[in-house]
């Protein structure tokens, strides 16, 4: 299945994607795709109810709907930092023996096609395409990768937004530079587990004003969402809609000679394969 929620900020409904431009509503047996959705296995639940209503044709037209975040706002946003070896490169750090990890406020989520908003005093803001991970079961000390998967309800695409100087030059702390509104485009769905074969062979894009700036695989990840789950178990409690960011392969803004950052008036285009596209449009500040 592939999940999203349709509607204005704060007013969105569930629904299920079921073609290139319809949707079919869910919004009179489910209230939303929260954690109380996903800990009452509610994928198990509407997964009958989507393929009843597609067969009889009950679909609507998304063309001129907002999408938005396909997921409530979690618990916790997580992310994992120098995931792919070559993007730590232009970075200039090493590759991690561990899962670097850090915290992303829950409010930065926003959906794949709202404006990104600079910050107030941002001088370098940058782009981040990523994998997202939806977590499905509250996982606590997990024994192992394998077991993780049965803890994951599936795969969205985000757009880890930063901005570098907050990151980096305000005390090294990463949160600083991760947390701002808007900071955190996710969707246009949520891609159950069973809808994408191999999570480990998706190419991966982002462009910035219709130039191509990152062009990736999930293939070269350092360590795979499995793994992440895993790892993180170990030292927090993952809630069901939990969303875990796994890293960005290179070509950020950063990693250019001169460093190339968002201004406003750029457009982002991004995109997974089968997970979908994004595009923002970034504004100035408040």
């Known amino acids: 299945m592939r999940l999203l929620r349709i509607g204005a900020p704060g007013e969105e409904k569930p629904a299920a994607h079921v073609g290139p431009e319809h949707c079919i509503d869910l919004s009179d047996v489910v209230d939303d795709f929260d954690e109380s959705f996903f800990r009452a296995d509610g994928l198990e639940r509407i997964a009958p109810i989507v393929a009843e209503r597609t067969a009889k044709g009950a679909v609507s037209a998304l063309a001129g709907r907002r999408i938005g975040a396909p997921i409530a706002r979690p618990h916790q946003i997580i992310c994992v930092g120098l995931n792919y070896a070559d993007h730590a490169a232009e970075s200039g750090q090493a590759v991690p023996d561990e899962p670097i990890l850090f915290t992303k406020s829950p409010n930065t989520l926003v959906g794949p096609h709202d404006d990104v908003r600079i910050p107030r005093g941002s001088t370098k803001p940058d782009w ?70 191999d999570v480990l062979d998706l190419n991966m894009w982002l462009d910035v004003n219709g130039v191509r700036r990152q062009t990736g695989s999930t293939s070269t990840m350092v360590f795979d969402p499995f793994v992440i789950v895993h790892y993180i178990s170990q030292f927090m409690v993952l809630e069901p809609g939990d969303l875990i960011n796994t890293g960005t392969p290179p070509g950020v803004g950063l990693g250019f000679t001169p460093p190339i950052w968002l201004q406003a008036g750029d457009v982002m285009t991004l995109g997974i394969d089968g997970l979908g596209e994004q595009r923002q449009r970034v504004i100035g500040p408040r």
């Not at 049965?150 to 907050?166: K, Q």
């Not at 996710?186 to 809808?195: F, H, I, Q, S, Y």
């Open 128 to 197: 981040e395409v990523e994998l997202g991970i939806v977590i499905g079961r509250r996982a606590s000390y997990l024994d192992s990768a394998d077991e993780a998967r049965d803890h994951i309800a599936g795969w969205v695409l985000v757009n880890d937004v930063s901005e570098r100087a907050f990151q980096m030059e305000r005390g090294g702390q990463w949160l600083k530079g991760k947390s701002a509104e808007t900071f955190n485009p996710a969707g246009p769905w949520l891609v159950t587990r069973d809808e994408i074969p």
